[in-house]
């Protein structure tokens, strides 16, 4: 996951919207969103085939979770346990064990954000350049790879895009569909707001837009999946769609997923 702006309690018929795309390299084997297993908790989400671990799921409790990289050219930590284990190792109930290790087990770079949709309250955790914390209440968040809110040009764009949409009078599909639109953008930045990351101006360029691809000796990297999560407020409760939107590595469609669940029949 490297791009997600998330509003939380900014619209009373969707308490939660939460728009994210997640890139990598192709070549890195993932499963399409789906319901499965960890630490006998009941999670929906994509897979890591790789290292294991996911980049977003949500829990059948109604608790979101996921994680982006911190970009940092040249500062890596070979043998680092995969980010990705720390998804499901919060969601299957490792909160207060993933508190602890973040000041003790040596990790490249992370930003992990967790979300309960039945209080509609959530934090912020990242481990550069120190471990810290952030309560999330009502309001706009996003988080990229970077700090939480730090104001890359495609965050500001997608959180724009995301108030926007919630202000327009719209039902769930047109919600849906000007979110993945918003995800779908590949015009780079102009050079004068590209941030100073440590990479080279190129490449801040083909990294600054929403949904990117980039061609190297590695393979090709780039969006493999764009993901709604949204709870709408409805006459029988909360429900919560949760959708997946998979990419080839020529930047195509490859197929789509949808999920939904009640959130209040949980309880």
């Given at each position: ?10 619209s ?20 399409p ?13 994509g ?61 490249n ?69 000007s ?9 780079p ?78 309880f």
């Amino acid at each position: 996951m490297c791009l997600a702006a998330l509003a939380i309690a900014q619209s009373d018929r969707f308490p939660f919207v939460l728009a994210s795309n997640r890139d990598e390299f192709f070549h890195r084997e993932a499963a399409p969103l789906g319901w499965w297993t960890a630490g006998g908790v009941e999670l929906l989400g994509g897979r890591d085939l790789s290292a294991g671990g996911t980049w977003l799921a949500l829990s059948r409790a109604g608790v979101l979770a996921l994680v982006t990289n911190v970009r940092e050219p040249g500062r890596v930590l070979p043998g680092a346990p995969s980010r990705g284990e720390l998804v499901p190792h919060w969601l299957a109930g490792g909160g207060q064990s993933l508190l602890d290790d973040m000041a003790a087990v040596p990790r490249n770079g992370f930003n992990f954000l967790t979300v309960e949709l039945h209080g509609l309250q959530g934090t912020w955790f990242s481990n550069r350049p120190q471990p810290q914390r952030r309560t999330l209440g009502a309001g706009l968040h996003g988080v990229s790879n970077a700090a939480l809110d730090t104001p890359w040009p495609k965050l500001l764009a997608l959180k724009r895009q995301l108030v926007a949409a919630l202000a327009a009078p719209a039902d769930l599909a047109t919600l849906q569909a000007s979110l993945f639109e918003a995800l779908s953008r590949r015009e780079p930045a102009p050079d004068a707001e590209l941030p100073a990351t440590g990479v080279p101006l190129d490449r801040e360029r083909q990294l600054s837009p929403p949904f990117i691809r980039i061609e190297g000796e590695a393979g090709v990297y780039g969006t493999r999946c764009s993901t709604l999560v949204i709870v709408e407020a409805t006459a029988q409760g909360r429900r919560v769609h949760m959708v997946e939107r998979r990419f080839a590595d020529s930047g195509t469609v490859s197929g789509e997923t949808a999920r939904a669940f009640d959130l209040d029949a949980v309880f």
